[in-house]
Nanobody, 123 residues
Framework: QVQLVESGGGLVSAGDSLRLSCTASGRAFSNYAMGWFRQAPGKERDFVAAISRAGRSTYYADSVQGRFTISRDNAKNTVYLQMNSLEPEDAAVYYC????????????????WGQGTQVTVSS
């Protein structure tokens, strides 16, 4: 089992930045690729970013490429999502997720999920 806890969400204005954190406990964090997903009201859960186990590979949704950065600190069992130039369209509940070994972009491939953190962006 891997337990994931997100933090860092909040209310910001368009153009502002936020950094989300997701701290893991349980099994060896470095064995898991990590992903961030988001879900707006009435919409499906969408892929945002993913990072490989050692952090050498990252992948982003087109909508956030160049604005968001995913990173991880395996010594702290934590994955981060730095979000810059936030837009109202980025407002959603953001979830981190863990997948054994290889990173992926489809939510159904991830095994463990956090409870989510709300990001609200005012225009």
């Amino acid at each position: 089992q891997v337990q994931l806890v997100e933090s860092g969400g909040g209310l910001v204005s368009a153009g502002d930045s936020l950094r989300l954190s997701c701290t893991a406990s349980g099994r060896a964090f470095s064995n898991y690729a990590m992903g961030w997903f988001r879900q707006a009201p009435g919409k499906e859960r969408d892929f945002v970013a993913a990072i490989s186990r050692a952090g050498r590979s990252t992948y982003y949704a087109d909508s956030v490429q160049g604005r968001f950065t995913i990173s991880r600190d395996n010594a702290k069992n934590t994955v981060y999502l730095q979000m810059n130039s936030l837009e109202p369209e980025d407002a959603a509940v953001y979830y981190c997720a863990a997948k054994f070994l290889v990173l992926a972009t489809r939510p159904e491939e991830y095994t463990y999920w956090g409870q989510g953190t709300q990001v609200t962006v005012s225009s």
